[in-house]
């Protein structure tokens, strides 16, 4: 009984770890993008679930693996991380292919050994073949594991379908450039670099999805005496292809065609408030892009 206790005792600590650390995850993202602004909160909770499930579904597998590796005499820490890290599809099959038949007990020597073996190969005691029953130990196949891991399975693929279904299709997603809120693509963008240091906004990327926005937040200490400096270069600028700055605050929305800048934009600030302002810029087909941005 002590040592069931003692071997379950890392699933029993470990999984709440894990637990905590994804919760604190979510937590420190929260807490440094804003929060959730712009995005409907049945996104982020459907793919909190799908982590959750997807955790619970390893864990449940591992479990069974971990029990049936002791009914083998297999080395039970060795297969339970390797069920665990190939995710446990992977895993469960590699495992399945590489297992050990189940061994009984020699009565003489205790040396593990095959049910089918007619002498031990450790001390050359004779097994009776009407003994292998009782040398075997039948037990419980642990199929609680294996239920509740198709359970969490399920759920995680309901989950994982709920928020690509959501995100397909833009339901509860913020794709308003000009919206105080924050703004989510659902495209991508290939960068080379973006920093935010010392209120400097650097961005170089080298190619964007049409109507790509990546914004950043800065802040307006003095409205009337203060300009936005803009020095912009477009390496690539196809035909039709254009990038937009835009300056949003509240229900102030300000765009400016930054495409084909001669020289460093400055921009004033005057019909704005201090506080924080919304930094974007729209990315329309324009390729191999060099930007510096800052509040002065």
Avoid at 12 to 23: D, N, Q, T
Avoid at 52 to 66: D, G, M, Q, R
Avoid at 169 to 174: A, F, H, L, R, V
Avoid at 271 to 296: A, D
Wanted: net charge negative; aromatic share 10%.
């Amino acid at each position: 009984m002590n040592n069931t206790k003692k071997n379950r005792l890392p699933l029993y600590i470990g999984l709440p770890v894990v637990l905590l650390l994804i919760f604190l995850r979510f937590g420190l993202y929260f807490l440094k993008s804003d929060g959730f602004s712009g995005l409907s909160m049945l996104i982020p909770i459907l793919l909190l679930c799908f982590i959750l499930f997807a955790l619970c579904t390893s864990a449940f597998f591992v479990a069974w693996v971990y029990q049936d590796c002791k009914r083998r005499g297999d080395d039970l820490v060795l297969w339970a991380i390797v069920v665990f890290v190939a995710t446990p599809f992977i895993g469960l099959l590699i495992y399945f292919l590489h297992r050990s038949e189940i061994k009984a007990i020699c009565p003489s020597c205790g040396q593990r050994i095959s049910v089918k073996a007619k002498y031990c190969e450790e001390c050359g005691t004779h097994i009776e073949k009407e003994d292998n029953s009782v040398m075997v130990k039948q037990g419980t196949p642990h199929l609680t594991f294996i239920v509740t891991g198709l359970v969490s399975m399920v759920l995680m693929l309901a989950c994982l379908t709920g928020f690509i279904v959501n995100a397909a299709t833009g339901n509860g997603i913020n794709a308003n450039v000009a919206s105080n809120d924050q703004v989510w693509n659902l495209g991508t963008i290939s960068m080379n670099y973006n920093t935010y240091l010392d209120g400097v906004w650097k961005l170089d990327f080298r190619s964007a999805s049409e109507g790509f926005v990546k914004e950043q937040n800065m802040t307006i200490t003095d409205a009337d005496a203060q300009l936005l400096y803009a020095n912009i270069s477009c390496g690539t600028v196809p035909d039709g292809a254009t990038l937009v700055l835009w300056l949003v605050q509240e229900d102030i929305a300000k765009s400016i065609d930054v495409t084909n800048l001669s020289e460093p934009l400055e921009y004033p600030l005057n019909k704005f408030e201090n506080g924080k302002v919304h930094v974007r810029l729209q990315i329309n087909g324009v390729e191999s892009t060099v930007s510096e941005i800052y509040i002065q």
